[in-house]
């Protein structure tokens, strides 16, 4: 396994919530600003990468009977770990996301990973999975939140613009306005326009993924008539 | 038998270093959590009722509404405030009064600044849930938001929204969330009435 | 708390902050589990079931085991033990005593450990200051309103085989797109007033 191929797994081929359609509640619930999605990303992606070095490691010790409690309380450590992290050195966004950071527990891709993946595989490509994953994961939050701002609000980079540039650390900041608010279409920002957008990301990830399979099966066919 | 054992003693064990490790990890973040609590609940309170007292000192000391035997359920304009906690200003410029009530979409906690003369020195919203946009404006850092609260600055417990003939601009599309913001300020105020009455 | 309160609690957790279509609580069985009416309300009844024990044993271990030694912190990982510990003892209860309901709940009672509605309203019981009554309301409630959803969800999946979509809208898609539509439906309650 090399980490090339490992990554086109991750974010394209095999991502966990397009492909796999793993971990649908946070997805939906939290991507209403940049700031949100990118800060929900890259906490499932530590503690993905955590989970399945510490899982890699222990794998060989724990008996088969009880691996999905052992997984359970070695993912649950890890989210609170990351949690009273974030409460203590990140407040502005464990605030904002809420009651999601500790459902981390129960996010399937992090259990799905250390079952499909981990249980079998050695500390190295484990910790590449981790990332790789974990990417996958953002790359989604990253696109729906960029597109319920947009359509929404008419922002770009709600809070993470500000945070960055340092005017409010606490993720409320508007971002770049790109058209005024008002016309923007705000059922988007609502808990409906989770639904919607997603729906319609999955459905252009479909289309892609036929679109692709097809051309390989004309590219095979061409090619079996050339040697034919 | 001796399966089961080992199994309970695996899991124990596992769970015992787990356990150990976010101890840890506690230990190291306790103490900026709690700082940071105590940070952000004073600057809300600073928010709508600034203080001057020397470096050092505790800003607001709370009041304990149960010994006070005030009433904290108050009826503004028909609607039910509650009244959840009051501190007073170190310098006695007045009083901080956390409401909650119910908006257009869910609960709303509100601070409202209260000073001795029975005016409102300024709102800020802490919770909410209102709909993005609409009545969410209420509680944005943005113009639309600063400019909303600023109106409530030196109101008295007969605030009311322009439609009621009062002084309140009403947020665009949030007829609710406005009123309940409005009847709310009232509350406080009356309560400090009849806190400063009782005293 | 006052009964109004109480009252308050079982209408928001039912209709207004429906746990999926406003808190997106629970959403993965809500898709996974809702091709059928049937499967739908053996899944809600399950959730409604569980979720109701967990809030009322959750408060407990939280008020009288972590809070007065100081462990607070450990929340989240106690509360996902008694919940799949929970789990597996209803399970196996149910199978020795009560064979008709395990039959019917069987299937989906372990698929509830990972449920984040289960864990996502026992910790929201403590994140709102609950009183141990309000819990087990909220818990049962939010469980009924959880099955409301996918029951009314599985009866529309039933009539979009029969429909006519885009191709690439095939499976998961035109599923979350009229979940999407179903959610809108619930922002009617959103305006409503309690008390």
């Known amino acids: 396994m090399n980490f090339k191929k490992q990554l086109k797994e991750g974010v394209i081929t095999n991502n966990p919530i397009l492909v796999q359609q793993l971990g649908m509640c946070a997805t939906m619930a939290i991507t209403t600003s940049l700031f949100n999605g990118v800060g929900m990303g890259l906490s499932v992606l530590i503690i993905l990468t955590c989970c399945n070095v510490a899982v890699s490691a222990v794998r060989k010790f724990i008996p088969d009977e009880i691996r999905l409690a052992i997984f359970v309380v070695i993912i649950a450590g890890f989210v609170t770990i990351v949690d009273l992290l974030l409460q203590a050195y990140i407040p502005a966004l464990s605030e904002s996301l809420g009651v999601f950071i500790p459902l981390i527990v129960v996010n399937c891709i992090i259990i799905g990973r250390a079952e499909a993946f981990c249980q079998k595989n050695p500390i190295g490509p484990s910790f590449v999975d981790g990332i790789t994953q974990g990417l996958g994961y953002t790359v989604v939050l990253v696109v729906m939140c960029l597109i319920r701002e947009f359509l929404g609000s008419g922002r770009f980079g709600g809070g993470l613009i500000d945070a960055a540039k340092g005017i409010t650390l606490d993720g409320t900041g508007a971002g770049i306005q790109l058209f005024n608010s008002d016309y923007g279409a705000s059922i988007l920002t609502l808990p409906v326009g989770g639904f919607l957008t997603l729906g319609f990301i999955f459905a252009a990830m479909q289309a892609a993924l036929k679109k692709a399979a097809k051309k390989k099966a004309e590219k095979a066919n061409e090619e079996e008539g050339e040697e034919a | ?199 | 708390m006052t009964v109004t309160e109480y009252l308050s609690i079982a209408i928001g957790a039912i209709l207004i902050n429906n746990f999926i279509f406003s808190q997106f609580l629970g959403c993965c069985p809500f898709l996974g589990c809702s091709s059928k009416v049937e499967t739908a309300s053996g899944m809600g009844l399950a959730v409604v079931f569980v979720m109701g024990l967990a809030s009322a044993i959750c408060y407990v271990v939280n008020e009288f085991i972590l809070v007065p030694l100081g462990l607070a912190f450990l929340k989240t990982l106690a509360f996902i033990l008694v919940i799949a510990a929970l789990v597996q003892f209803v399970e196996m209860f149910l199978k020795k005593a009560v064979p008709s309901l395990y039959s019917a709940l069987g299937i989906y009672l372990p698929l509830i450990t990972t449920n984040c509605a289960v864990l996502g309203v026992v910790l929201l019981n403590v994140q709102n200051g609950y009183d141990f009554l309000g819990s087990v309301i909220y818990g049962i409630t939010g469980g009924l309103g959880f099955m409301l959803a996918i029951v009314l969800f599985a009866s529309v999946r039933e009539r979009i085989q029969f429909a006519d979509y885009p191709e690439c809208f095939e499976g998961f898609p035109i599923c979350l797109i009229s979940a999407g539509l179903v959610a809108l439906a619930f922002m009617g309650f959103s305006g409503m007033k309690i008390f």
Not at chain 2, 29 to 52: G, L
Not at chain 2, 107 to 133: K, Y
């Open chain 2, 1 to 199: 038998m001796n399966k089961i054992l080992k199994l309970t003693f695996v899991l124990f064990l596992i769970c015992a270093i787990v356990a150990g490790i976010l101890g840890a990890v506690d230990m190291i973040t306790r103490d900026r959590i709690t700082a940071y609590q105590t940070e952000k609940s004073n600057a809300a309170r600073t928010a709508v009722m600034p203080v001057n007292v020397p470096e050092g000192q505790a800003l607001y000391t709370d009041l304990d509404l149960k010994a006070l035997g005030i009433p904290t359920n108050i009826n503004a304009n028909g609607q039910k405030i509650k009244i959840c906690s009051v501190s007073e200003a170190n310098d006695g410029s007045g009083y901080v009064v956390e409401t909650e009530f119910s908006g257009a979409q869910g609960t709303i906690v509100m601070m409202v600044g209260v000073n001795h003369s029975f005016r409102c020195t300024g709102i800020s919203i802490t919770q909410h849930s209102e709909t993005s946009g609409l009545g969410a404006n209420a509680a944005s850092v943005a113009d639309v938001g600063v400019n909303f609260r600023a109106q409530f600055k030196g109101v008295d417990e007969h605030v009311q929204l322009k439609k009621a003939g009062g002084e309140i601009d009403a947020l665009s599309g949030a007829t609710i969330t406005s009123r309940s913001v409005t009847n709310a300020t009232s509350a406080a105020i009356q309560f400090v009435e009849a806190l400063q009455s009782a005293n």
